[in-house]
């Protein structure tokens, strides 16, 4: 049976973003199936990624869709940079 | 070959070692920042440390350079040898704790050198052993390009080692040995520039 790999807060972060970038603008089903995350968990996150200022709530009647802001892109791009580099050393994020 | 110019060959190999070491030493550092894992400091330490070792005998060698007796000439460069050794060898110990990640103790790796008798180039050996076989693990598990640069080095690096180590049989190993670590660190700045651009970014 193969181990179960453990997802640090950071890495949660950058599949939720990762999410949202791929998808534009997207609502929460969406990210907690893209994310695999349950729909407690997505809400502190979401709002974790609100007062972080990386991603922004849009509001369209009674529908609540979320994209990256700026600052959510620049941040995926360092992580993913970072993650190449971790990598080549063989660690894990 | 003559002295000053081994020193002068050395000097140069030393600083363009120490360079790269600091780049990749920043570079884990930040890495850390963003990602919070704690073999990405040990990283920073080993890369760190192995800088200011190549730094310290690059003011050794000026040192010696300068000096006019040539009894002081012997003793600061047996020393700067020893010391650098001993520096190496613990910035060694943080890559096998980094590359690891088991509950190996960091400080015990750090304390080891203090323990250790002088013959650091085998001891250098010995530990360069495990950490490219871990980075050889690591590009056999990931096929990543970066890996695979990150393994070269540390095989280079530990190639180099085994060269000094033969130096004293045969003074061409220890050009051999400087040529060998600066086509490590040469590798290992391959890495860093690729992952700063994102070349082959999925």
Request: with cysteine; proline share 3%.
């Amino acid at each position: 049976m193969g181990r179960v790999k453990y997802r640090s807060k950071v890495r949660i972060c950058a599949d939720i973003l990762g999410v949202i970038l791929r998808e534009g603008e997207v609502g929460p089903t969406k990210i907690m199936y893209g994310a695999n995350l349950s729909y407690d968990r997505l809400g502190k996150y979401l709002n974790y990624l609100l007062e972080l200022g990386l991603i922004e709530e849009v509001k369209r009647g009674d529908r609540t869709t979320y994209v990256l802001t700026e600052r959510g892109f620049r941040f995926l791009e360092e992580f993913r940079r970072f993650e190449r580099f971790s990598r080549a050393f063989g660690i894990e994020i | 070959m003559h002295l000053p110019h081994v020193l002068l060959f050395e000097m140069m190999m030393e600083s363009v070692g120490a360079f790269i070491s600091f780049l990749t030493a920043y570079q884990s550092l930040r890495a850390f920042r963003v990602l919070g894992r704690r073999p990405l400091l040990y990283l920073h330490f080993g890369f760190t440390l192995l800088g200011v070792g190549m730094v310290s005998r690059v003011f050794a060698s000026l040192y010696v350079v300068s000096a006019a007796s040539p009894g002081v000439v012997g003793r600061m460069a047996s020393l700067s040898s020893l010391t650098c050794g001993l520096v190496r060898l613990a910035s060694y110990g943080l890559f096998a704790a980094a590359l690891s990640e088991t509950r190996m103790r960091v400080e015990a790796a750090v304390l080891l050198p203090l323990l250790v008798n002088p013959y650091t180039e085998f001891l250098c050996v010995a530990v360069m052993v495990y950490v490219v076989a871990r980075s050889a693990m690591n590009y056999a598990l990931t096929s990543s390009d970066e890996g695979l640069l990150v393994f070269a080095a540390f095989l280079l690096m530990l190639v180099g080692h085994v060269f000094f180590a033969l130096s004293p049989f045969r003074p061409f190993f220890y050009l051999l040995g400087h040529v060998s670590q600066l086509a490590g660190f040469l590798s290992m700045l391959a890495m860093l520039v690729r992952v700063g651009r994102g070349v082959g970014e999925g």
